[in-house]
Nanobody, 119 residues
């Protein structure tokens, strides 16, 4: 069983930065882990993913601004978000699964952390 707890959300002005953290309890080494976000009235969107020993991918909408990373010693997943835009506003979720599933069918989910970007 894996539990995920996110933190680091908040309110920032456009152009600012935030770093989200997701602490995992349980075995997640080499798991597929990802950050998702959901804005009110919109579908959940996969923002970034990290697989195995460190292969990463990010959505086109955040490429060049967001970076996903993982500290295996701390069992913690990060999302560094720079040059934030109002459209980045939403609830951000951490997710994990033994292997990367299709779409958003991850086995474990955190409770979410709110990010609000004002113009």
């Amino acid at each position: 069983q894996v539990q995920l707890v996110e933190s680091g959300g908040g309110s920032v002005q456009a152009g600012g930065s935030l770093r989200l953290s997701c602490v995992a309890s349980g075995y997640t080494f080499r798991y597929c882990m990802a950050w998702f976000r959901q804005a009110p009235g919109k579908e959940r969107e996969k923002v970034a993913v990290i697989v195995g020993l460190g292969s990463t991918g990010v959505a086109g909408s955040v490429k060049g601004r967001f970076t996903i990373s993982k500290d295996n010693a701390k069992n913690t997943l990060y999302l560094q978000m720079n040059s934030l835009k109002p459209e980045d506003t939403g609830m951000y979720y951490c997710a994990a699964s033994p292997s990367c599933p299709g779409g958003d069918d991850f086995r474990y989910w955190g409770q979410g952390t709110q990010v609000t970007v004002s113009s």
